[in-house]
């Protein structure tokens, strides 16, 4: 059987940024073609990065993707790499439908095009659309119809077929992947753009072997990498058969390029003709076929990768690890910061906040801020103290109580105790925080969890004011355990580890009233993490969460919190998402909401 | 021709609150029967209100909207109101599809249900999903597909054909429409959650006109009223003949019963059979024919409406004024506040948004709080005194130049002038309106208008910070119109101008810096104005923006401004909306977008 060299570009687009990422593939197809490789695929949307939600309806937007499109064509041919054949994802839009209601304004697409000889040679778009979880493409786009297949020369009359889909057609039943087998297609490349969820990994590749057999074809998935706002992709590319043998895996998290040869059937073309055929989801799709010019290639003047096309993977908690830091390090980035602040309380969650920040953007460019009020216990300072100097970021003391005196000086009969007198404490180190990032030009960090966020546990522009926090979608247990994983890996290497252990093993507490605990308030974060995943990422209604197992006492008790945290929620920044639901664009339940599921009891 | 006495109830639902959403049918059901109504119509999704967004994903409370419309319908009966046809909207489900990827989950229905003699005789759903602007349907359900036709006897052998369609059923083209054409009903009855928009009277009238024609039948067009969250729907229900003919419009805001008789071609059928019929929009839908029994109707007890079923219309500004007064009422009563709290500065933003409140829940009910510091002019804080003097609310005075004196002896090396030490003012500012709101149950109203919010001259944590933005979706142009409206509309009813003249004609200035005018940092509003709405409302690109007039170096200015200023925007608290796209749900630029438009010079 013919065999074709070729490459996944798995790499980190960022959104609106068409000049830097246009330069990219180029940069990236020239070390293809050095290697050897053919074809070169590029992620989903990849010119314009994804998501670029509104930015799809802004006609000017979508008029310099397509220039984008064409010009990185040219460049590619004008230096010489014009007989690669080269698949990236771009927004493009289809110019025959009329506008109506309904209908995205300028009928975008998320395409992907071949660019090859100088031109780009074919172009194809997403034909299902995902409108779930972080995706809302039926608002943004409209879906595309059409499977090309490009013939690859490969010298001596030999030559293979090569067929498009797009992320979503994989997840999807019928569509491209039930045309491809009628097509007779060799090799089906599939640029995504597809979210890192905490052991998705393994959905994936059941999935990709899946669809490469129904495909009859070996399957090329193509990932992202990087974080873009609330996302991370993950990249962890991978190529299989149509008999479900892995042929490589990208690594996660990191831009690589993933070089490898693989035998193909030579072109003969399936039994379906030219023209639409039944794509097996209630519509049709139209093969269309076209054969590459056989154009000279680069000379080959690089090696073989030296861990050949697998890179060694991660465990759970490296993986949701190296997705904090990922998702951290293009926040700052793509948003034009170099450094970061955030309050240390010598609490675990700062802590893990500040080691991931310096992880992220290194520990010269992490600053943090010691406010301590008459509540702190000693122990904290020491405790933050501690983590200074072992991490050696840059800290500073900030004193709040004559700050807080001032405030009740002037608010005069404002109450000594209680939720007020705790958030004016709270917010005073907000504003503090603000004020550093103000003068200092640091992005403003935030330390929440996903446990005190979901039951509301934190104080609206006190410690929920900034610009990102790295562990919003983490619950408290799984703040522990990541803690203590980053601590032995720093053990393991010989290092020295980052975080005080009295940090992680204290009994955890805001400190905002004497002798405060979070048990004062809320269950044991073990209960609280098992019932908040039930109802919140499954879903689970009272009497089903009571079934399973739940104390009914503190299934109302949470639900109640969980439903009137909803607007604190929508206030908090951005971070990561680990988990499909989190409670980003995935949940959106009314800001207010008067249903409340019957009392338990 | 026979004759049918309809009602429609335009009313308030609240979303999640099935008991009293519920309470409302039997209670207008009741008002209905009493003037002689035979048919009564009540809004889209009125059992759980609208929009119910992640709620309809959620097994339990689907279960329990279906467990609702069945007890309305028993208890309809056993008040002896059985033999009037309700029609109302409600949240259901279709059973036979099993889940799959894209699917929402549990296959959500946006329906509508006829209720007669005790029991839910007929059920349909929304064909047509909107997936644009606020709505977002692909995500929560699954199109309907049939058209029930229920047949109302009238005595004598005499009886009418009445079809359902709802809400976005009438903005596409196909659809329901035109299969009620075919159908041969007389009367078509549209359960709607239609969202005011500033102008869209006009549009709808027009629309349920077309339609009406279209579907060759009287078309009833029932809109919910008041504010949920972000929407305030307008009412304004509507009923047309086939000819064009007016019969009948409801008031604006208003909860009101529109009770009117329509003349109608006996029951007959038209040329399509039971079945599957050609939707003419690429689908088939299935007519469902059923006849109600003919019951007892109760006795006619009411008079009829002095003013018949035609009711006064609001001007432009009237019309707007009335959306920013029910949005702020609905918020803070469906959020189980009695009050609200707010900055007065003396300026107009602030004096606009005291006078909403008061208008809303009452002027005994609005808070404001002084805060001037050394900036403050003599005249802002007269002006301010002014206001609360002529409106009656309960005003207090707390001066925040100690405590921002304490700020900067805890900081220490903080710049003394510039944006750090202007924002650190606001955010003080905002811990006192927290820290009162905390204190005394009010709910923080924020004052920035859309003019600001656009670009950003606002600060995050300070004047951002609060649970409502009454002027959000206003531009600072508008707020001066309105204000002078406000006033003269006082003057017309012989009271006191609610608004000092000097707030509405003084020079704009946030007084955080000596001498500081709003045009030192943003052109004039006029300009700038008329730039934002070509730029955010109508998506033009910078060269379309020069091109209809805008000065280029405006355009560039203003571009980075507004895209630069979208996490600012994000952490507004909601508002309510006026125009399509706003800058909440209907415009998601991404948060990090390096994408900026060429250059136009």
Chains 1, 2 share one sequence.
Request: charged share 25%.
């Amino acid at each position: 059987m013919p065999n074709l060299r070729i490459a996944l570009a798995q790499l980190n687009a960022t959104v609106g940024d068409l000049t830097g990422n246009a330069e990219l593939v180029v940069e990236w197809t020239r070390r293809a073609a050095a290697r050897g490789a053919r074809v070169v695929l590029f992620p989903e949307m990849f010119l314009t990065g994804y998501p670029v939600e509104d930015l799809a309806l802004r006609a000017s937007f979508v008029e310099a993707s397509i220039a984008a499109t064409h010009e990185v064509a040219q460049r590619l041919d004008a230096e010489g790499l014009g007989g690669v054949a080269v698949v990236t994802g771009y927004l493009d839009r289809r110019p025959d439908l009329a506008p109506r209601t309904g209908l995205p304004a300028g009928a975008p697409l998320d395409a992907a095009a071949v660019l090859h000889g100088g031109r780009v040679v074919a172009t194809s778009a997403k034909h299902h659309l995902p409108n779930y979880g972080v995706f809302d493409e039926y608002r943004y786009f409209v879906p595309g119809n059409s499977l090309p297949v490009f013939r690859v020369p490969l010298g001596d009359g030999e030559a293979v077929d090569v067929a498009i889909a797009i992320c979503e057609d994989l997840w999807q039943d019928g569509g491209p992947v039930a045309v491809c087998l009628r097509a007779g297609a060799g090799l089906l490349v599939v640029p995504n753009a597809s979210p890192y969820e905490r052991g998705k990994d393994d959905v994936r590749l059941e999935l990709v072997t899946r669809r490469a057999r129904e495909a009859g074809a070996v399957l090329a998935y193509c990932n992202l990498v990087g974080g873009q706002d609330e996302l991370v992709f993950d990249g962890d590319s991978i190529v299989v058969t149509a008999s479900g043998e892995v042929l490589a895996r990208g690594p996660q998290f990191e831009e690589e390029l993933v070089v490898l040869d693989v035998e193909l059937p030579g072109a003969e073309g399936g039994d379906a003709p030219d023209g639409p055929v039944d794509a097996e989801d209630g519509t049709e799709i139209t093969i269309e076929r076209l054969t590459l010019p056989d154009l000279p290639l680069p000379a080959v003047t690089a090696g073989e990768d030296e861990h050949g096309p697998f890179w060694p993977r991660l465990d759970d908690r490296a993986e949701v690890y190296a997705a904090l830091v990922a998702g951290t390090r293009d926040y700052v980035r793509k948003n034009g910061f170099r450094s970061v602040i955030l309050a240390l309380s010598g609490g675990i969650d700062s802590a893990l906040t500040a080691t991931i920040a310096a992880d992220a953007i290194g520990p010269e460019n992490v600053y943090v801020v010691l406010m301590p009020s008459r509540y702190s216990s000693e122990g904290s300072v020491t405790d933050a103290e501690d983590l200074v100097k072992r991490q050696g970021i840059h800290g500073r003391t900030v004193p709040i109580q004559a700050i807080v005196d001032a405030f009740r000086d002037e608010l005069g009969d404002f109450p000594a105790d209680g939720l007020p007198a705790e958030n004016l404490q709270s917010r005073v180190r907000g504003v503090i925080n603000m004020a550093l990032s103000n003068a200092g030009n640091h992005l403003v960090l935030t330390t929440g969890n996903k446990s005190e966020l979901a039951t509301g546990y934190s104080t609206l522009y006190g410690d929920s004011a900034g610009g990102f926090g790295p562990i919003k979608d983490v619950f408290k247990t799984l703040v522990w355990d990541l803690s203590r994983w980053r601590n032995e890996y720093a053990e393991r290497a010989g290092a020295t580890p980052p975080i005080p252990v009295n940090s992680i093993e204290k009994a955890p507490s805001a400190e905002l009233a004497p002798g405060q605990l979070d048990t004062d308030s809320l269950p044991a974060y073990d209960e609280l993490d098992a019932l908040l995943d039930d109802y919140v990422e499954k879903d689970m209604g009272s009497a089903e969460l009571i079934a399973a197992g739940h104390d009914p006492a503190l299934v109302e008790r949470v639900i109640r919190l969980v439903d009137l945290a909803e607007f604190k929620r929508r206030q908090y920044p951005p971070g990561p998402k680990i988990s499909p639901k989190n409670f980003g664009r995935g949940r959106r339940v009314p800001i207010t909401n008067a249903w409340r599921e019957p009392s338990p009891r």
